[in-house]
């Protein structure tokens, strides 16, 4: 070859590949504005004023939680931000206390963030984001490449970190503002690390989110991974719930059989004295897949479920709003929805929120909850 027609050649090259990379020089010229999420529409929390806005309980207000309860609630579990965008893309911007990485949940799930787009009335699956541990204080690219048109979205915090800021960004220019109550109602959700939302895939498929984006309803996430015992002054706090309108409990997960015969009925009392009127709903705990094999699991739980039954058929007759939902099930007829034999995947999260929807929204809707 020619050393002019050589040079044509490297010259095309070159040309090619500087207009290839047009695109991605664009991406990176990209000027972003970040809003901080918390003025935007915050939803999915039982206390709505704590001083961090991303924390579920004000610790300094309510006392009694052990060092590993402290940790649990102020992480952001069930906690979403509602909004408005034209921005073909969207970022976010976190700052941690306290990163998840452990191997109870995905990362994704732990300190990632799950984004939702409201399309034909429903919303949908849009984006999940994290970064790695060498790059915690980047932005996470969610989204990129939409249309144009203004989008109603939900973006839902980690299930298992701590975090002191969380800004949204989208590109110079664009809208970016809070919407109305996406949810009708407050739902409080007291419960054990299935509440919380171990082992889901993403941030936004806990049982109550997902009870959220179906019903339209506003579940409110306090799952406390392994410490939902019934514990006194997690009813003094629930006590203080402002403007909740009824209460969904999973507080059979954890508990002994000897804890529930004890605490029980003074949990009811401390809850109706505080809550008089107001529906309090009781979840039987769901088949753990650990059980198929393993006889002491199976008698162990075998008698936490029969003592929960024997005393909710107990309670539901002595005590007025009380009721007993036993139609929880995360377990499919092939058995293929636990993650570690005690908790489901989101298939089964999907299946546990499914299967209680009915029966729930029949109680709500006597109370005018609809």
Not at 165 to 181: F, H, T
Not at 235 to 261: G, K, W, Y
Request: include cysteine; proline fraction near 6%; hydrophobic fraction near 40%.
């Amino acid at each position: 070859m020619s050393r002019p027609a050589h040079l044509f050649i490297m010259k095309r090259i070159i040309a090619l590949w500087l207009l290839a990379l047009i695109p991605v020089m664009a991406s990176w010229a990209q000027e972003y504005r970040y809003v901080e999420a918390s003025d935007l529409t915050v939803t999915g929390k039982v206390f709505p004023d704590t001083p961090n806005p991303y924390h579920r309980i004000d610790t300094a207000r309510f006392h009694g939680f052990t060092k590993d309860e402290l940790k649990l609630v102020l992480e952001s579990s069930g906690i979403a931000i509602a909004f408005r965008t034209d921005s073909p893309s969207i970022r976010v911007l976190p700052k941690y206390v306290r990163p998840y990485f452990g191997g109870g949940t995905t990362g994704f799930a732990g300190r990632g963030f799950d984004l939702y787009i409201k399309k034909d009335g429903k919303w949908l699956w849009a984006a999940a984001g994290l970064q790695n541990d060498n790059a915690l204080d980047k932005p996470v690219n969610l989204i990129k490449d939409m249309d144009s048109s203004v989008k109603e979205c939900l973006l839902y915090l980690p299930v298992r970190s701590e975090v002191s800021s969380v800004k949204i960004g989208v590109e110079e220019g664009r809208i970016l503002e809070p919407v109305g109550q996406p949810f009708r109602h407050r739902v409080a959700v007291f419960g054990s690390s299935f509440t919380h939302g171990a082992s889901t895939s993403k941030a936004g498929m806990a049982y109550p989110s997902i009870l959220s984006r179906e019903t339209g309803i506003q579940f409110l996430n306090l799952g406390v991974s392994g410490r939902c015992r019934l514990q006194d002054y997690f009813a003094a706090a629930l006590a203080q719930a402002p403007d909740v309108d009824a209460f969904l409990f999973d507080t059979f997960s954890n508990p002994t059989p000897e804890e529930i015969r004890e605490r029980l009925f003074p949990f009811i009392e401390a809850m109706q004295s505080a809550h008089p009127g107001k529906p309090l709903i009781f979840q039987q705990t769901i088949y753990r897949e650990r059980r198929n094999f393993n006889k002491q699991a199976d008698s162990y739980e075998r008698e936490r479920m029969d003592v929960a039954a024997k005393l909710m058929k107990e309670a539901c007759k002595k005590y007025k709003d009380v009721y007993f939902i036993t139609t929880t099930n995360a377990t499919s007829p092939d058995h293929y929805t636990s993650v570690d034999g005690t908790h489901p995947g989101d298939y089964g999260y999907t299946l546990w929120a499914r299967s209680i929807r009915k029966p729930v929204l029949r109680i709500l809707k006597k109370y005018g909850i609809r």
